[in-house]
């Protein structure tokens, strides 16, 4: 049996359920469906580690006309991330939600409709199909933040959708041109046939205008906090995890898989920059909120920036710093997702431990909740980069890239950012800390259940597991490329 | 000129026009327009400018097919989002300070949040009973 549509298949049928027969208990249904889901991608996993990358024609019709489906080394990680943090989020949510029956009856099929988007979207062998998986991505995404249907909730959704669909008409234009021009939107034959002109580039430019929108880098981020501070827990949990990485996802194949050698390096600079400036206004945002959730929302923002900074360091370099630097920014992709689900998802339990969102609120909780805050604090540390986490690693290749490419002016922004990381959650820790409040016997409304704590230690343990089994990944996410070989087009 | 490329030049035209009022209106309701007409200038280039070759490619179509379903649908979830924070707020339009103070009403949020964690304790206290409390989710109507 074929696994790869089994993935698509599993989500929409689960989505179909629950939206068509909301009496069942929806929430154990769902953590049922995501076992299974989780299994499949395992299989599908160990399978391209053993056979390499498979391609699946859907009802045997082939490209151009047909739908394919490629499940590379990438592609199966992501699924695989995809499934694990899923699955804790459905667990933390099946607990979180009892106190939102209003939610609950639409939490679950837009959980599964936003899960067969994304599975669709890493498995997508073609440009329209990825138009498609972006699209449903935001109907689903902008319809769980809007949720709750209170004013700001429904003002973050608009914002959100209405950036999202300029930057998939831009995404759409820039399909458009591809196909005129070559006659195919298969990605495979288009690294063969695109050729380095103007209408190459134009199109490209408005896809990597509409992508970079979507992911909501610096300068286009402006839509991202209000949505994914404002979202339930496990809402924001899987909108910073998992749909920003979407649309970047999109970007890297277009330039560095499909498109690569199409990018000319100053472009590549300039992408670098505007990931520096996510760093830096992103970090400095966070440290200035006065929310907790709008804090780890800008943390998203800041964090983004790390991933543009893969197209300098893998443009115009030499094939080895380019392949760290692939390596460095997928890993800093998985760690990241693991890392902010935990954080979203401890925060949210801080905020109904504590019962408000201000961040002076958790004054003197440390010794109250220490489950909670210890996630936090192990999800930081993933974020910060510090040893032994999947951030580290992460950040660890992407220095040895800059470092090997003489790349010198990343090397200062990847240490700053650091820094800037670390000082936003130590401001957490120093209110939690705060040894006048523990005292006085401030801190904690409500008792937390062990549910939603566990989960959101489990993704974070993961987020620091990943320093130790970094390998496994990374061995994977080269597969292709050494294949393919395309990221050899990248050396001058 | 073929009359292919003319239907290409008049979707950018639309583009233009339709970008133009995209990011010039703040009423939400003429953006949602604006949209479509934008949408409706790309499928027109898709179409125009993917005939060059004289003959009828079947692709482009399906993709404008599929790419009017897509547009159909995010215009329904804009038209029912808006018309429940219309019905909500009594505004047409989004404030811009809230892209950087998304909660306003501090006290007003904080009460709902009370009312949530008193179910949610309600809720963990029972936890075979269903909690059934939809008021207190709705407080803010």
């Known amino acids: 049996m074929n696994l790869i549509p089994l993935l698509l298949v599993i989500p929409l049928a689960w989505a179909l359920i629950s939206l068509l027969l909301p009496r069942l208990p929806l929430g154990p249904i769902a953590v049922l469906g995501m076992l299974v889901q989780l299994i499949a991608s395992a299989l599908l996993w160990r399978s391209v580690q053993l056979d390499g990358a498979a391609r699946y024609a859907i009802g045997d019709w082939m490209a151009p006309l047909g739908i394919t489906l490629v499940a590379d080394g990438l592609t199966v990680t992501l699924l695989a991330m995809t499934a694990l943090i899923a699955i804790i989020c459905a667990v933390y949510a099946l607990f979180y939600l009892r106190a939102h029956p209003h939610e609950k009856r639409y939490f679950w099929p837009l959980f599964w409709f936003l899960l067969a988007a994304l599975n669709g979207i890493w498995l997508a062998g073609d440009l329209f199909n990825l138009y498609v998986g972006l699209e449903l991505v935001t109907l689903a995404a902008v319809g769980m933040v809007t949720l709750s249907g209170k004013r700001n909730a429904l003002a973050a959704g608009l914002r959100y959708l209405y950036a999202a669909l300029l930057g998939s008409l831009g995404y759409l234009l820039g399909v458009a041109l591809l196909y005129s021009a070559y006659g195919t939107l298969d990605m495979q034959q288009l690294s063969q046939l695109m050729e380095n002109n103007w209408t190459t580039q134009a199109a490209l430019l408005l896809m990597t205008l509409g992508l970079l929108v979507k992911t909501a880098i610096f300068p286009l981020h402006a839509w991202l906090p209000p949505a994914h501070g404002g979202a339930l827990a496990p809402v924001s949990a899987l909108l910073s995890a998992l749909v920003v990485k979407s649309s970047f996802y999109i970007l890297a194949r277009l330039w560095l898989d499909a498109g690569s050698g199409l990018l000319p390096v100053a472009g590549a600079q300039l992408l670098g920059v505007l990931g520096a400036s996510a760093i830096f206004y992103g970090g400095f945002k966070a440290l200035q909120q006065k929310e907790i959730k709008m804090l780890v929302a800008y943390s998203t923002v800041a964090q983004l920036g790390y991933l543009m900074l893969v197209f300098p360091l893998a443009t115009g370099t030499s094939p080895a710093a380019a392949m760290l630097a692939w390596q460095g920014g997928m890993l800093h992709l998985v760690a990241h997702a693991f890392a902010k689900a935990a954080m979203f998802l401890s925060v949210g339990t801080l905020v109904l431990a504590v019962g408000s969102k201000q961040i002076s609120a958790l004054a003197g909780i440390s010794t109250r909740i220490p489950l909670s805050l210890f996630a936090f604090g192990l999800a930081g540390v993933s974020l910060m980069g510090l040893p032994p986490s999947g951030g580290f690693n992460a950040k660890w290749l992407m220095l040895q890239s800059a470092m090997t490419s003489g790349q010198w002016h990343w090397v200062i922004v990847l240490s700053l950012g650091s820094l800037l990381t670390a000082t936003y959650i130590f401001k957490v820790f120093r209110v939690s800390f705060d040894q006048q409040a523990i005292d006085q016997g401030k801190g904690v409304v409500a008792r937390a259940h062990w549910g939603l704590e566990v989960s959101a230690l489990l993704l974070a343990a993961i987020a620091i597991g990943l320093g130790f089994a970094a390998a496994l990944p990374i061995e994977l996410l080269s597969l292709p490329q050494l294949e393919n070989g395309a990221l050899e087009g990248v050396s001058p | ?141």
């Open chain 2, 1 to 141: 000129m073929t009359s292919d490329l003319w239907f290409a030049l008049m979707g950018v035209a639309l583009i233009a026009l339709a970008a133009f009022t995209f990011f010039r209106q703040v009423h939400l309701l003429r953006r949602i327009l604006a949209f479509n007409i934008m949408g409706s200038g790309v499928f027109l280039v898709m179409v125009g400018m993917a005939q060059h070759q004289r003959e009828t490619d079947p692709v482009p179509q399906a993709l404008v097919l599929t790419g009017i379903v897509v547009a159909v649908s995010a215009t329904a979830l804009a038209l029912i989002i808006f018309r429940r924070f219309y019905s909500v707020s009594g505004q047409v339009e989004l404030d811009e300070y809230q892209i950087e103070e998304p909660t306003q009403n501090e006290d007003h949020a904080s009460d709902t949040m009370k009312d949530n964690i008193n179910s949610l304790q309600d809720a963990l206290q029972s936890d075979d009973e269903a909690p059934a409390k939809p008021s207190a989710s709705k407080g803010d109507q």
